[in-house]
RNA sequence: GCGCCCGUAGCUCAGCUGGAUAGAGCAACGGACUUCUAAUCCGUAGGUCGGUGGUUCGAGUCCACUCGGGCGUACCA
């Protein structure tokens, strides 16, 4: 929509060149605003304020000229003005929306479908949480914010891959192994002493215990070091099972789930040493090997290879991100947690040391979450192991509302998740409030139907009985509904899909109130019926975005 | 100490990458149910955008400094 506007602001300055009122020996960038105010018009553009310097006119004599090509344009223009230091405003003609939320409606779901991300291959790595330990509210939000940017990278038309990289290497899947082996001893009466350090959490208890029920006391007259490998695979395979399932009921799904031990097992990480060896990017020193990181943005240099010879988790990172740019990806992903900020300057590192494009690399930061029942925070605290899952959470308040609340807020501001909010089923809940304009819209369908009412096609409805103002407005705002794509495509801000959609059901509820669909006129009911039907698509379609469900009735 | 994020209405947060008189939702107060779902709507009130200085026609937005909160600063992952 602002593209055409921009276009028809384009003509102008074209024309105002020709006839020589402008100089226009540069064109300036021409950015279209919304204005707040409706007295300002549907759009307003800045140009003339922007076009000063080069002009040596004053922004009004600059806005003047451009107006006055302007109404020359076309019909749809209905009203241009100059205002304040240089604005000029414009509002469009009824029939110019009209038009365009017809041809909106005649795409059906696929409006807001983009052609931006065409031909471009992403990758986008979410969750990617260790398989020591279920899914905990963290990683919720890290899972609903990733898999929802995905679904908006898709409409934007990007070929996306989503991706979980399991960390089945190092030293805390011994501790893992261990901690069952010890819970296992610990169930079996042994006494036992229970590392600070270990898994602490009751599912270690679990598995323990589900290894006595299907193999008995085998174990328990076995050393460690025969014992160990059978409980650090069963613990582990249970766990990224359990991961699995949870991110699969919470309508988040993957392309691929990469392990980091399969990059030992073709060799891939010592390929992607030699390779950084050869490059001259690695050196030793005190016995252990390192990265050059520090000739990039990284403060220091980095181990790769301890003094004991164990390769650290940054190492096997390396070849994953270099198996990642060979795989042709045009950008590159990385959803995680907001603790691991330290890390991302060494992976910036990494990535230009292989040469990839920084542009095209982006690390997004998840923020905490902080859960609020009965008003006040749920203590949550990973180093006793009593931390809420995923799982917990979504059985309390159900998929819908928790995928919506991990979005009602931009990824870099915390989190604060009202449990109770969660459940409410009132306009103070948003998800709520969206999820009911559907049933509601449904509902008028339903009451249409029995009155013999039936939706018009595109051809056959007269739009122009949709007179009123907060028709308009809706019109308006479903328009925008593409630029908002756009708009989170591009920033990777998957929470305007929710704000936008709280803006668009508020306007369709104040029409509700003012203005009854099904009615004894015949068109006008119809054409009322048609707006409805397309906002109803435009939630569902918003709703799917964002993982939420869109009920036909509440 | 250094680095990253945040600081906007009583609360939770937006603010379209520099535009006009800073917005929304809750909470508060006052209204609206013979009508397609009142699980809703309409109205009122609420602000030194943490602070100081700078950049310019113009700053919540950019820069510097500063105060407060969170996180990080491993030969852990």
Redesign the pocket.
């Known amino acids: 929509m602002k593209n055409v506007i921009r276009a028809i602001i384009r003509q102008a300055l074209d024309q105002a060149k020709d006839k020589g009122t402008l100089l226009l020996s540069d064109y300036p960038e021409i950015?279209i605003?919304?204005?707040?105010?409706k007295?300002?018009?549907d759009f307003?553009t800045?140009v003339a304020?922007?076009m000063?310097?080069t002009e040596r006119k004053s922004?009004k004599v600059i806005a003047d000229a451009i107006c006055q090509q302007l109404q020359s344009i076309n019909g749809n223009v209905a009203e241009v003005q100059t205002?304040?230091?240089?604005?000029i405003?414009l509002k469009m003609s009824a029939g110019f929306y009209l038009e365009r939320f017809l041809d909106a409606a005649r795409q059906g779901d696929n409006f807001g479908n983009l052609e931006i991300g065409r031909d471009q291959k992403v990758l986008l790595e979410f969750v990617s949480a260790?398989p020591t330990g279920p899914l905990h509210v963290g990683h919720g939000r890290g899972a609903a914010v990733g898999a929802t940017l995905a679904a908006i990278l898709k409409k934007a038309g990007y070929a996306v891959d989503s991706e979980y990289y399991i960390?089945d290497?190092?030293?805390?899947m011994n501790i893992l192994g261990r901690s069952t082996l010890l819970r296992y001893r610990e169930l079996l009466n042994e006494s036992i002493e229970f590392p600070e350090d270990h898994y602490k959490g009751e599912y270690i208890k679990d598995l323990a215990q589900e290894i006595i029920d299907s193999h008995g006391k085998e174990f328990l007259d076995k050393d460690d070091e025969t014992a160990l490998p059978f409980f650090k695979k069963y613990s582990s395979d249970a766990i990224l099972k359990g991961i699995e399932k949870d991110l699969s009921e919470f309508r988040v799904n993957y392309e691929n789930w990469f392990s980091?031990l399969s990059l030992y097992d073709d060799d891939s990480v010592d390929k992607a040493l030699a390779w950084m060896r050869d490059k001259g990017f690695i050196y030793d020193?005190?016995?252990?090997v390192w990265l050059k990181s520090s000739a990039f943005k990284d403060?220091k240099d980095?181990?790769i290879i301890?003094?004991?010879g164990?390769k650290?988790?940054?190492c096997s990172d390396i070849a994953y991100h270099q198996n990642k740019i060979n795989r042709g990806y045009h950008r590159i992903i990385n959803i995680w947690g907001?603790?691991?900020?330290?890390?991302v300057?060494r992976m910036q590192a990494v990535m230009e040391a292989l040469d990839y494009d920084l542009n095209n690399f982006t690390t997004l930061?998840v923020?905490?979450v902080t859960l609020i029942r009965g008003g006040k925070k749920v203590q949550m605290s990973t180093r006793s192991g009593e931390f809420v899952t995923l799982e917990e959470v979504v059985s309390e308040v159900g998929v819908d509302a928790t995928r919506f609340f991990f979005q009602?807020?931009?990824c870099?501001?915390?989190?604060?998740f009202d449990l109770d909010l969660a459940k409410k089923?009132?306009?103070?809940n948003?998800v709520?409030?969206i999820q009911?304009a559907h049933?509601?819209i449904?509902?008028?369908f339903?009451?249409?139907e029995e009155q013999g009412l039936k939706l018009p096609g595109a051809d056959d409805v007269d739009l122009s009985l949709l007179k009123e103002e907060e028709a308009m407005d809706l019109v308006k705002k479903m328009l925008a509904f593409p630029e908002v794509i756009e708009?989170s495509a591009l920033?990777l801000?998957g929470?305007?899909v929710a704000?936008y959609l709280?803006?668009l059901v508020?306007l369709f509820?104040?029409y509700?109130?003012?203005?009854?669909?099904?009615t004894e006129d015949q068109g006008l009911s119809q054409a009322r019926l048609f707006l409805l039907d397309k906002i109803r698509s435009i939630i569902r379609n918003g709703l799917s975005l964002l993982g939420v469900s869109s009920?036909?009735?509440?």
């Open positions: 950015v605003e919304e204005p707040k105010d007295n300002h018009g307003s800045t304020m922007s000063a310097k922004p205002a304040g230091p240089g604005f405003n260790n960390n290497v190092g030293n805390q980091e020193q005190d016995g252990a403060d980095r181990v301890k003094q004991s164990e650290t988790y940054f907001a603790d691991h900020h330290g890390y300057p930061l923020q905490f009602m807020r931009s870099d501001s915390h989190l604060e089923q009132s306009s103070d948003p709520f409030y009911y049933a509601r449904c509902s008028v339903r009451t249409a708009k920033t801000e929470h305007r704000f709280q803006e508020s509820h104040s509700y109130k003012l203005h009854r669909v099904v009920p036909e009735s509440m």
